[in-house]
């Protein structure tokens, strides 16, 4: 039996400045058939978009209107989520379902929560919903849900940029060519090669396993710490050296990669005693989540020196203000929240967020592992790779960010 009416709010970043765009780069992009773990595609019933499309932004709205709207429900899509008076505050008041990007994170903190009491559905486009309360949501029943491995590749694809850009320099090289300039010697002064380097990931999961996989061909030496280990043949396969604890990896690496989930756990691993373990001028990247990072011991470690450079495309919060001191520390490489949203990857949450919603709305039950919360209680993947509590403090920052157009 299908469900009441609903009210579906959903939260989506601004089209481009230019207006939503008419024409793409590329005509198609690839069909995959299935992840490298053998988990199956996202397989709704139907989608009404256009795969390679911009899905992500108020105007692509998942390509979820028609579905919903034809069944009868309501559908309310914005950009406005932060700050006194955003519409996210004024219609969540009465919603059943928010939908949600990591990228542009709606923060379901525990005020949020407690004003809407309907809600019973927090469906993340995409993977990561630390922006979500999950105490809150474990208290209230509601159920928390992401696409799980549907932009895993597309940031792992980022993390291997990022290694590459900081440790050869490339973003400086590039300013020089756009500035006129032939400064060789400028260019090569901090660029080295990766070959030979060693190069650690904090969590071995779909991301950090895809991130060390690619890695493996470029001759470097691999390192992991995760809360449980790799399969041995895993280990054998891409000569991984497993450690018990993140400070006796980092102790070693000259690069260390970041691919867990923020939870109460992992919130500022990286503050300034981790990072004081590090070899001077080592590299981070951080694609996880800003927050496992200690934002001021990140930038005080780049002007002493004691990284070489940092990068990645995740703050907190999101977006950040514009005096946050990563915007202007040295030697970063960092990008908006990106990497998990190319439009390669928005086809994929789109179509698993239009799988959640049939689910939901159908009565059936939705896929274990695109579960993080529950029946009140960690469930499918949310039980193996999160910890209960809640890591949305200080979200209210995101208020202070002002557009640049
Ligand atoms: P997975 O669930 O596949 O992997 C997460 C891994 O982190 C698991 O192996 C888990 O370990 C491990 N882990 C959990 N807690 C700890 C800890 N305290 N120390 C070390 N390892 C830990 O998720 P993905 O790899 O797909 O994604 C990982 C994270 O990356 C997401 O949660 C999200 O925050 C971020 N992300 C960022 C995106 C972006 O656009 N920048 C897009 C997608 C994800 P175990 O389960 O073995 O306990």
Same mark, same amino acid.
């Given at each position: 039996?299908?469900? @009441?009416? $609903? ?38 019933? &139907? ?19 028609? =579905? ?9 899509? *914005? ?5 006194? /008076?955003?519409?996210?505050?004024? +219609? ?16 379901? *903190? ?58 050869? &320099? ?24 990766? +070959? ?17 996989? #690619? ?5 470097? *030496? ?9 399969? /041995? ?28 989930? $923020?939870?109460? @756990? ?13 070899? #001077? !001028? ?17 930038? /005080?470690?780049? +002007? ?7 990068? !990645? ?24 929240? *990106? ?15 239009? @799988?959640? $919603? @049939? ?41 202070? =960010?002002?557009?640049? &157009?």
């Amino acid at each position: 039996m299908s469900r @009441e009416k $609903l009210k579906v709010v959903c939260v989506l970043y601004d089209d481009p400045v230019e207006g939503y765009p008419k024409t793409y780069a590329r005509d198609s992009i690839p069909k995959l058939e299935k992840y490298p773990d053998g988990q199956t595609m996202p397989s709704p019933e &139907n989608i009404d978009f256009t795969p390679g499309q911009l899905l992500g932004s108020v105007s692509g709205e998942l390509g979820l209107r028609k =579905f919903l709207e034809e069944r009868g429900h309501t559908f309310i899509v *914005t950009s406005s989520k932060d700050g006194d /008076n955003s519409v996210l505050d004024k +219609e969540i008041i009465d919603a059943d379902v928010v939908i949600s990007q990591p990228f542009f994170p709606a923060y379901l *903190t525990a005020d949020r929560v407690a004003k809407s009491p309907k809600l019973k559905l927090a469906i993340t486009a995409g993977i990561g919903s630390d922006h979500v309360d999950l105490q809150s949501a474990i208290d209230r029943k509601i159920t928390v849900a992401e696409v799980t491995f549907c932009n895993s590749i597309s940031v792992s694809e980022h993390v291997v940029m990022m290694i590459l850009s900081l440790v050869r &320099n490339y973003i400086p090289m590039y300013n020089w060519v756009v500035k006129g300039g032939w400064n060789i010697a400028d260019c090569i002064s901090r660029s080295y090669d990766l +070959e030979g380097m060693q190069v650690g990931s904090v969590a071995s999961g779909r991301i950090g396993l895809a991130v060390l996989r #690619r890695l493996h061909p470029f001759d470097v *030496t691999l390192h992991y710490f995760d809360r449980h280990r790799l399969p /041995n043949s895993v280990e054998k396969e891409l000569n991984l050296t497993f450690h018990d604890s993140v400070e006796s990896m980092v102790r070693v690496c000259d690069v260390v990669t970041i691919n867990c989930p $923020l939870h109460p @756990e992992t919130e500022h691993l990286f503050d300034e005693k981790m990072i004081g373990l590090m070899k #001077r !001028g080592s590299y981070i990247v951080n694609t996880a989540r800003g927050k496992i990072c200690d934002k001021d011991a990140i930038a /005080n470690a780049l +002007e002493t020196g004691q990284l070489a450079g940092y990068a !990645g495309d995740v703050w907190f919060p999101q977006p950040p203000p514009q005096d946050h001191p990563w915007r202007s520390m040295p030697n970063h490489a960092m990008t908006p929240h *990106t990497s998990g949203t190319s439009l390669s990857a928005q086809a994929r949450y789109a179509a698993g967020v239009r @799988e959640i $919603l @049939e689910c939901y709305l159908d009565n059936k039950p939705i896929r274990d592992e695109y579960l993080i919360v529950d029946g009140g209680a960690l469930a499918g993947t949310g039980k193996h790779s999160y910890s209960e509590g809640s890591a949305t403090s200080g979200s209210e920052e995101a208020a202070k =960010f002002k557009k640049i &157009n």
